[in-house]
């Protein structure tokens, strides 16, 4: 039953295709454009010689490991703003205030702070995933029954002890929230900052191609990146929705 | 009262944080060429604005954003419906959509720069064609959930198509459309950074690329945070415009 | 008040049949869901159409109204077929909540139908006014429907219908999902509407002595297929009272006779 749902969503990008396809036969095209099948041919070269992978590999690891790093930092900060009132009134605003500006105007700065590298896209995707981590996991710690930590408390656990028991699982499914809108959040802000800045990953390959004017490589790589972004988002709501089964009854 | 002084530790915060880093400049713990003193980043504000140095840049941004945002919306809520409200695009075109959503849409720049060229139509271009994708997917959802029961009303009353777009999916939509939208134009405020970084001619993407390539941080922090600022002011004007649009939500229920 | 006696209603046999549903057939898939139902509906009637759960008396009704078309058969309207819904027959829905329109007012959900026959702006006050009094609802015309009991949300439906001035009124199940004082109120509400217009309703219902009470006229339907069980007159008094009608000998009568033909099933 799937098949024919994918197969029906198919019709359309390849009866465009062949209609593009068809269209640049039979006229020429701008040099800024490019047909269907050289576009083919340009992701089958990259494919072949690796250079696609090493690519998407580049971006990957960069946005993966600015995620945890962003994510990490964000929970632990999370749970201290969820636990502590009085933390929360104080660096609240503030925070509200930093999360407001798009990470893309935050680039040139972490450029002059990092110049340009894997440093620099480490940087941006983990301070643009922090954000969200934060909020949903000092949501997720406030909606946690006060009831549940005195308990804990009162049990005489230490405060490592209860975070751990105690808090972290009862915010878990917030926190997976949290992590997963990261997780989009990582790839779009991997891709941009290497679009602008780093000389590396598929950003960097589309913008090359494009200033180099190589219109087929540059709707390939665009395609690559739409497949690799599409896969991620399907396995994050997949992993998601397996790992809090338990959650939704 | 009791508003007001809730508001205090976050200021005093604020105010700390910055009087810190006046500090620690002055003692030169930091690199100024990275983190500028905060009064240099204020002196940069007032003169660049002052001097006219600066305005050209944010009515560049502000045109191009609103510009580009519009028609998103407008060819957003307009495409949403052909494919929400029909069956064939339900089928057909739905799923291709759902493909690229999660395309980063900054990724549209290079391929505008190719297609365009360096130029302001390039810019607008590029932020029509990364921030549809909210709005238009939000339309999408929202034509596709009208209530089925209103479909059998809108036969039963003869309301003519017209008619019952306007009057009954448009209004259905609406909270999605409008969602859709205050995406739209956070993401628009981004595209039009990287477009003018990407084209060099004019905005501020343009003054945060010269100002960093200069290394003149004062510069470069005080259009940062015009950026900021003109992510508040649109989002917080949209929320209001949210909360006009759909009051009817705000009536308590029934008892 | 007028009141609407046997005598009245042999008199309307002299009226047209303004709804004939002929041999209608509903087939879905392998399921036959109605076979062969056949019955004229006389203008000026106040007929009941009961039967138990899944007899396909909401299908009967979409058929009448026009929103399906039967496999066999047909429903005219008028000396016409009924392919699609037809202006002059209104429809009121079960579920009142879902059939309004929450981000209109009650004068504006109101004012959707007189839009929908194109009445100039400046009548569309007076006519809501009237409306609105005639269902009681003159309080509530500024209010959203969401602010609304289900009662009251489902007299505004009512007058939607009513603002379209039909010649026939179908109500589907209109009062089950409402509370029993809700429903005698308002059933009291429509054999008053219906007295004081010139229409003529057909009312679906599961409730054996609710069809009883408001109709002159009672269909049953059997299930599995759906098809009519029984299709007789009720002599009862009008105008009626939920106190003496349903103690009255005939009423009773009338239960007894139509409560093996539902049971059974």
Redesign the interface.
């Known amino acids: 039953m799937i098949w024919r749902a994918a197969a029906r969503a198919a019709l359309l990008p390849l009866a465009v295709f062949a209609i593009w396809e068809a269209f640049a036969r039979a006229h020429a095209l701008p040099d800024s454009l490019s047909r269907p099948t050289a576009i083919a041919a340009a992701l089958g070269g990259e494919l072949l010689d690796g250079s696609l992978f090493a690519m998407a590999g580049q971006t990957l690891v960069a946005a993966t490991a600015g995620w945890l790093l962003g994510g990490a930092l964000a929970i632990a900060a999370g749970i201290a703003i969820g636990t502590i009132p009085a933390l929360r009134l104080t660096v609240g605003p503030a925070l509200e205030l930093m999360r407001s500006v798009p990470p893309v105007a935050l680039i040139p700065i972490a450029l002059l702070a990092f110049g340009l590298g894997p440093k620099l896209e480490i940087f941006m995707v983990a301070f643009s995933v922090f954000w969200p981590v934060i909020i949903f996991t000092a949501s997720g710690v406030g909606a946690i029954d006060p009831r549940v930590l005195e308990v804990a408390r009162a049990l005489r656990f230490s405060p490592l002890a209860r975070v751990l028991h105690f808090v972290l699982p009862a915010a878990s499914e917030r926190i997976a929230v949290g992590l997963r809108v990261g997780a989009g959040i990582a790839l779009v802000v991997a891709v941009t900052t290497e679009i602008i800045a780093n000389p590396s990953g598929i950003g960097y390959g589309i913008a090359f191609s494009a200033t180099t004017l190589r219109p087929d490589q540059t709707f390939a790589d665009l395609l690559a990146l739409a497949v690799v972004g599409f896969a991620i988002n399907a396995a994050l709501v997949g992993g998601e929705r397996r790992l809090f089964a338990w959650a939704r009854t | 009262m009791g508003a007001h002084v809730k508001v205090l530790p976050g200021l005093a915060f604020i105010i700390v944080l910055v009087g810190l880093t006046e500090l620690a400049c002055d003692a030169h713990l930091i690199s100024p060429a990275i983190v500028p003193a905060p009064h240099d980043v204020w002196s940069a504000l007032v003169v660049g604005i002052g001097s006219g140095d600066l305005w050209a840049p944010i009515r560049a941004t502000i045109a191009h954003l609103l510009l580009g945002w519009c028609a998103a919306c407008i060819a957003g809520v307009a495409l949403g419906a052909l494919v929400g409200l029909t069956a064939f695009g339900r089928t057909y075109v739905a799923p291709t959509l759902e493909f690229l959503r999660p395309l980063p849409a900054s990724a549209v720049a290079p391929v505008g720069l190719l297609l365009i060229g360096r130029n302001d139509v390039m810019i607008v271009a590029v932020i029509v064609f990364g921030a549809i994708w909210p709005v238009l997917l939000g339309s999408v959802h929202g034509f596709a959930a009208v209530e089925p029961r209103l479909r059998d009303v809108i036969r039963t009353l003869q309301l003519t198509p017209t008619h019952a777009l306007r009057s009954i999916a448009i209004p259905s939509a609406l909270p999605d459309i409008i969602a859709g939208a205050r995406v739209s134009i956070a993401i628009a405020l981004i595209l039009a950074v990287v477009a003018e970084i990407l084209a060099s001619t004019g905005g501020l993407g343009d003054w945060l690329n010269l100002a960093e390539r200069s290394y003149r941080a004062p510069d470069l922090y005080a259009g940062v945070l015009l950026v900021g600022l003109l992510g508040v002011a649109t989002n917080a004007g949209l929320a209001r415009l949210e909360a006009y649009l759909l009051r009817w939500k705000e009536t308590p229920a029934w008892p | 008040m007028q009141q609407k006696t046997l005598f009245d209603t042999a008199h309307g046999v002299l009226a047209h049949t303004v709804l004939d549903v002929r041999n209608v057939g509903v087939t879905y898939g392998s399921r036959e869901v109605m076979h062969d139902v056949s019955f004229s509906v006389t203008q000026g009637d106040f007929i009941s159409i009961v039967g138990p759960s899944g007899c396909g008396k909401t299908t009967l009704l979409r058929a009448m109204?026009?929103?399906t078309t039967p496999t066999t058969g047909s429903v005219r309207f008028k000396d016409r077929d009924i392919g699609?819904?037809?202006?002059e027959?209104?429809?009121v829905?079960q579920?009142y909540t879902?059939?309004l329109?929450?981000?209109?007012t009650v004068s504006g959900n109101i004012a959707?139908?007189l839009?929908?026959r194109r009445i100039p702006r400046t009548e569309h006050a007076g006519r809501i006014a009237a409306l609105l009094g005639r269902v009681g609802l003159a309080n509530y015309a500024d209010?959203?429907p969401?602010?609304?009991?289900g009662g009251l949300q489902q007299r505004v439906q009512i007058a939607r219908a009513l603002a379209?001035e039909p010649e026939v009124l179908l109500m589907d199940e209109p009062f089950g999902a409402l509370d029993a004082m809700t429903r005698q109120r308002l059933q009291d509400e429509i054999l008053d509407i219906w007295s004081t217009t010139p229409t003529t309703v057909v009312f679906i219902t599961h409730d054996l002595e609710e069809a009883i009470y408001l109709g002159d006229r009672i269909i049953v339907l059997e299930s599995d297929p759906g098809r009519i069980g029984a299709d007789i007159r009720v002599e009862l008094p009008r105008p009626r009272n939920q106190l003496t009608t349903r103690e009255d000998e005939r009423f009773l009568a009338i239960r007894h006779r139509l409560f093996g033909l539902l049971s059974g099933v």
Do not use: I, T, Y
């Open positions: 109204a026009g929103l699609e819904p037809h202006a027959v209104a429809v829905f579920d879902r059939a329109l929450p981000w209109r959707l139908a839009e929908a209010h959203f969401k602010a609304l009991s379209q």
